[in-house]
């Protein structure tokens, strides 16, 4: 072997590192195209847990075995959002071509904090295809982030600093004249109490607004809710409006916030984590009107438009504003008109100055696929739960918990004659049985006091076979478990 006091981390060996790799990719496929065939979920045994406690590696590993060891104790145990049966909580179920952008990304090794490279450019070619896709007008700013949290952080940023009243990059929040006020329904997402908590606004400064039977903002109540405030001296800074509700999918009023919003001099944001791409879905655009006129939208490729994790995306109107909040630039990081730096930093939209190249994996799947298909899949997902609402209604051992608005179906097994907690702890029950039987996997939750099984349908590969054998097997499990 050659002397080398100077060292690298490439292979010493090319020929050997594209063994593994081409390894890596037949195995990828085979583990895509198979995914039917193995459990939605299983937990990761104790010789995985054992490995994985193995303290940092002094010296070095053959690629091949490192490769070994992720084949042996990680891949089997994922958390199974690719499975055509998950349907827990609110994920995206991936897709090949962003996998595929994933790597190459990595290959790439751009950092995405600006720069006059061609991953820059693509990176505000993907956040103007977001944006058009919304409806929002050109010249809206926007920027990719890790995710549907970060989105929403970024825009409540910018909506608190335009309406603050003072400088609040130089003030401080302490400086704010009269505490600010968000507005929301009581199904908002938990993201927007730690944002209000980040921004030095407290959780007290999100007013939320009880909602009844339907799970939407109320309207009225909303507009009760913001004079009352003013009469005790808050200032009404923003509603907060969700396009799909994370506990049952329900759908805000978009058309009259923002009406609401342009009366009252508030800002008019919306998280879209879960629905803003309803606006490409052919049959169910019409629940999103009203999106084009927020001043800001968060939403989530990771979640209805499957690009591996992770990935959000925040859209502002006045980019403007989104620019004066996030733009800060020391001596050692200058725009410029020549060279690599680049005349535009995307750094200046958000928090972080070092960015992955996640756009890559939006745009591969985009241009693979094209908008129309992941607006009928959208569309296909909603038929799906409807599907399953009605499966659910035609059987007298099951009760449906909610309206179905988009893809979410709340529901319960029911036991007559049983308390609130006993029917909890009985469908629960049902649940990590199907969990661990691999059957498949959903997540329960709590709508006004009364606890339910949850399935959100945010799945390619969700075929009505699988709702026909989640809902046999649910049934089964019911009935053994009621026998004792
Ligand atoms: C998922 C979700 C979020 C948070 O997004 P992450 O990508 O998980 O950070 C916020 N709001 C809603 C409505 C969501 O569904």
Redesign the pocket.
């Given at each position: 072997m050659e002397d080398r006091r100077e060292e690298t981390l490439d292979p010493l060996d090319w020929g050997a590192a594209r063994e593994v790799a081409h390894r890596a990719v037949d195995d990828a496929v085979a583990h895509l195209s198979g995914v039917r065939e193995r459990p939605a979920w299983q937990a990761p045994p104790a010789s995985a847990r054992a490995f994985l406690s193995q303290p940092v590696p002094q010296g070095p590993t053959e690629l091949a075995q490192v490769y070994g060891n992720l084949v042996e104790h990680v891949r089997p145990y994922p958390m199974g959002n690719i499975h055509p049966r998950f349907w827990a909580w609110?994920m995206g179920a991936g897709n090949f071509a962003g996998a595929l952008g994933d790597f190459l990304a990595a290959i790439d090794g751009s950092n995405l904090g600006g720069g006059n490279t061609a991953p820059a450019l693509l990176d505000r070619q993907v956040v103007g295809w977001l944006r058009s896709m919304v409806g929002l007008p050109e010249g809206s700013s926007g920027t990719l982030t890790s995710?549907?949290?970060?989105a929403?952080l970024v825009a409540l940023t910018v909506a608190r600093n335009a309406k603050a009243g003072v400088d609040v990059r130089a003030e401080g929040v302490a400086a704010i004249p009269r505490p600010l006020r968000f507005y929301a329904s009581d199904q908002i997402?938990s993201?927007h109490q730690k944002a209000l908590e980040v921004l030095g606004l407290g959780h007290h400064a999100l007013h939320l607004v009880p909602t009844g039977p339907d799970c939407r903002l109320d309207i009225a109540g909303l507009e009760a809710a913001i004079a009352e405030d003013r009469g005790r001296g808050f200032e009404p800074a923003a509603v907060i409006a969700?396009a799909?509700?994370?506990n049952t999918g329900a759908v805000d009023d978009l058309l009259a916030v923002g009406a609401l919003c342009r009366r009252e001099g508030l800002w008019f944001h919306v998280?879209g984590?879960?629905g803003a791409l309803l606006a490409i879905a052919p049959r169910h655009r019409h629940l999103v009107a009203g999106i084009e006129a927020a001043d800001s939208v968060a939403l989530?490729p990771?979640?209805w438009l499957h690009a591996p994790f992770e990935v959000?995306c925040a859209l502002v109107r006045d980019a403007r504003l989104h620019h004066a909040t996030f733009a800060l630039h020391p001596e050692y990081l200058e725009e410029q008109s020549r060279g690599v730096a680049g005349a535009e930093s995307l750094f200046d939209y958000g928090i972080e100055l070092s960015r992955s190249f996640k756009a890559l994996k939006v745009w591969m799947a985009l241009k693979e696929h094209g908008v129309q298909k992941f607006g009928r899949l959208i569309d296909q997902n909603i038929d799906q739960a409807r599907y399953l609402a009605g499966l659910i209604e035609a059987e007298p051992r099951l009760e449906m918990m909610a309206p179905v608005t988009i893809n979410i179906v709340c529901f319960r097994h029911r036991l007559p004659g049983a308390d609130e907690a006993t029917l909890k702890a009985f469908n629960s029950e049902i649940m990590f049985r199907l969990q661990e039987a691999g059957t498949a996997v959903q997540s329960d939750t709590t709508l006004h006091g009364r606890h339910g099984l949850r399935v959100a349908i945010a799945n390619h590969r969700t075929r009505r076979a699988d709702l026909d054998l989640f809902v046999r097997e649910l049934l089964r499990l019911g009935a053994e478990l009621q026998r004792g």
């Amino acid at each position: 072997m050659e002397d080398r006091r100077e060292e690298t981390l490439d292979p010493l060996d090319w020929g050997a590192a594209r063994e593994v790799a081409h390894r890596a990719v037949d195995d990828a496929v085979a583990h895509l195209s198979g995914v039917r065939e193995r459990p939605a979920w299983q937990a990761p045994p104790a010789s995985a847990r054992a490995f994985l406690s193995q303290p940092v590696p002094q010296g070095p590993t053959e690629l091949a075995q490192v490769y070994g060891n992720l084949v042996e104790h990680v891949r089997p145990y994922p958390m199974g959002n690719i499975h055509p049966r998950f349907w827990a909580w609110y994920m995206g179920a991936g897709n090949f071509a962003g996998a595929l952008g994933d790597f190459l990304a990595a290959i790439d090794g751009s950092n995405l904090g600006g720069g006059n490279t061609a991953p820059a450019l693509l990176d505000r070619q993907v956040v103007g295809w977001l944006r058009s896709m919304v409806g929002l007008p050109e010249g809206s700013s926007g920027t990719l982030t890790s995710g549907g949290s970060a989105a929403n952080l970024v825009a409540l940023t910018v909506a608190r600093n335009a309406k603050a009243g003072v400088d609040v990059r130089a003030e401080g929040v302490a400086a704010i004249p009269r505490p600010l006020r968000f507005y929301a329904s009581d199904q908002i997402h938990s993201c927007h109490q730690k944002a209000l908590e980040v921004l030095g606004l407290g959780h007290h400064a999100l007013h939320l607004v009880p909602t009844g039977p339907d799970c939407r903002l109320d309207i009225a109540g909303l507009e009760a809710a913001i004079a009352e405030d003013r009469g005790r001296g808050f200032e009404p800074a923003a509603v907060i409006a969700s396009a799909g509700t994370v506990n049952t999918g329900a759908v805000d009023d978009l058309l009259a916030v923002g009406a609401l919003c342009r009366r009252e001099g508030l800002w008019f944001h919306v998280d879209g984590c879960i629905g803003a791409l309803l606006a490409i879905a052919p049959r169910h655009r019409h629940l999103v009107a009203g999106i084009e006129a927020a001043d800001s939208v968060a939403l989530d490729p990771h979640k209805w438009l499957h690009a591996p994790f992770e990935v959000g995306c925040a859209l502002v109107r006045d980019a403007r504003l989104h620019h004066a909040t996030f733009a800060l630039h020391p001596e050692y990081l200058e725009e410029q008109s020549r060279g690599v730096a680049g005349a535009e930093s995307l750094f200046d939209y958000g928090i972080e100055l070092s960015r992955s190249f996640k756009a890559l994996k939006v745009w591969m799947a985009l241009k693979e696929h094209g908008v129309q298909k992941f607006g009928r899949l959208i569309d296909q997902n909603i038929d799906q739960a409807r599907y399953l609402a009605g499966l659910i209604e035609a059987e007298p051992r099951l009760e449906m918990m909610a309206p179905v608005t988009i893809n979410i179906v709340c529901f319960r097994h029911r036991l007559p004659g049983a308390d609130e907690a006993t029917l909890k702890a009985f469908n629960s029950e049902i649940m990590f049985r199907l969990q661990e039987a691999g059957t498949a996997v959903q997540s329960d939750t709590t709508l006004h006091g009364r606890h339910g099984l949850r399935v959100a349908i945010a799945n390619h590969r969700t075929r009505r076979a699988d709702l026909d054998l989640f809902v046999r097997e649910l049934l089964r499990l019911g009935a053994e478990l009621q026998r004792g």
